[in-house]
């Protein structure tokens, strides 16, 4: 089984950096992924890591360390539109993801 | 446009009154799932499909059922519903090996 944590709330304020930290326990590791959902829609896609290290995508980063079982999504110049929550979820050896509660993040100016 | 399409969006029913929520992709998808999302408790997967055929359980499966008898459809039957299946519901699917799901815009369901 799976066990992934992340915190339940973060605030930031309008232009800062935020990072949103994903710690889990896997049998196996697959992959790593962050999805943003605003509230009442769905899921969106933001990143994938499967090998250690930062992958930069605009103004959103992610990190992976799979010794030590932790990711974290880096949102740069934050803006309102970014308040949303941010779902981490991994993938053991099988095609399917577990997903994590979820980090409700609000951005206020 | 290629996505996800789920119907209905939004439903109150009473308990025991059998209900289906459709489920469609038009991206020639292997994998699709179902998940309940409830406050708190993040997206929970019901059940999941690898093929035509072939279906698992998720995590919560009990009082939901699925078929997978053509590649794109991928119905949630809930054959008595009760209040504890309140929730809103999210099919998704994604290509073999691929890392991308794409979601359906949710099916928010109450049941009195």
């Known amino acids: 089984g799976q066990n992934i944590d992340q915190p339940t709330e973060m605030t930031a304020t309008e232009g800062a950096i935020v990072q949103i930290n994903c710690t889990y326990q896997?049998?196996?590791?697959?992959?790593l992924f962050w999805y943003q959902q605003h509230a009442g829609e769905a899921p969106t896609f933001l990143s994938y890591?499967?090998?250690?290290g930062l992958e930069e995508k605009g103004r959103f980063s992610s990190f992976l360390s799979r010794s030590k079982g932790y990711s974290y999504l880096l949102l740069k110049e934050l803006q309102m539109k970014d308040s949303a929550s941010y779902l981490c979820?991994?993938?053991?050896?099988?095609?399917?993801?577990?997903f994590g509660r979820g980090t409700s993040l609000i951005v206020h100016p | 446009e290629a996505q996800v399409t789920q119907n209905p969006r939004y439903l109150i029913t009473v308990t025991g009154k059998k209900l289906t929520v459709t489920c469609s992709q038009n991206?020639?998808?292997?994998?699709m799932s179902w998940y309940r999302q409830d406050p708190g408790l993040g997206l929970r997967q019901i059940y999941y499909?690898?093929?035509?055929?072939?279906?698992d359980k998720g995590d919560v499966p009990e009082g939901y059922k699925v078929s997978r008898k053509e590649k794109r459809n991928f119905p949630l039957i809930l054959e008595s519903p009760s209040p504890n299946q309140t929730s809103l519901y999210f099919c998704?699917?994604?290509?073999?090996?691929?890392?991308?799901?794409?979601f359906g815009a949710g099916s928010r369901l109450t049941v009195l």
């Open positions: 998704a699917s994604g290509s073999a090996g691929a890392n991308v799901l794409t």
């Open positions: 896997t049998s196996g590791f697959n992959g």
């Open positions: 890591n499967v090998l250690d």
């Open positions: 979820a991994v993938r053991e050896w099988s095609y399917i993801p577990t």
């Open positions: 991206m020639n998808h292997e994998y």
């Open positions: 499909s690898m093929n035509v055929e072939v279906t």
